[in-house]
């Protein structure tokens, strides 16, 4: 059984910056994708960046040119960093990794965006 490990989570004030990461207890080299999805109260859990097979990144409009994904191999790790933050990004984000088996979740990490 995969498991992805978050971190990084926290209460910061709106235009600041925060960092996710995410540890699968496999390689990471193994991943045909992966990305991270965020639900705030009351809505659906949606995906706000993604590195897809091959090579394709894909950023949900609301973070676009805020919010950057990457993985590090050396690190065995994948990153969420997020600059810029409002208080609409308050959610509880996740990250997944796809395999050519299956898909991965990790646990959910609190971002609060307050003043």
């Known amino acids: 059984q995969v498991q992805l490990v978050g971190s990084g989570g926290g209460l910061v004030k709106p235009g600041e910056s925060l960092s996710l990461s995410c540890t699968p207890s496999?390689?990471?080299?193994?991943?045909?994708?992966m990305a991270w999805y965020r639900q705030a109260p009351g809505k659906q859990r949606d995906m706000v960046a993604a590195i897809f097979s091959d090579g394709g990144i894909y950023y949900e409009d609301s973070v676009q040119g805020r919010f950057a994904i990457s993985g590090d191999s050396a690190k065995n790790a994948m990153y969420l960093q997020m600059s810029a933050l409002k208080p609409e990004d308050t959610a509880v984000y996740y990250c997944r990794m796809s395999t050519m088996s299956s898909d991965y979740w990790g646990q959910g990490i609190q971002v609060t965006v307050s003043s």
């Open positions: 496999v390689s990471i080299d193994r991943a045909t994708g």
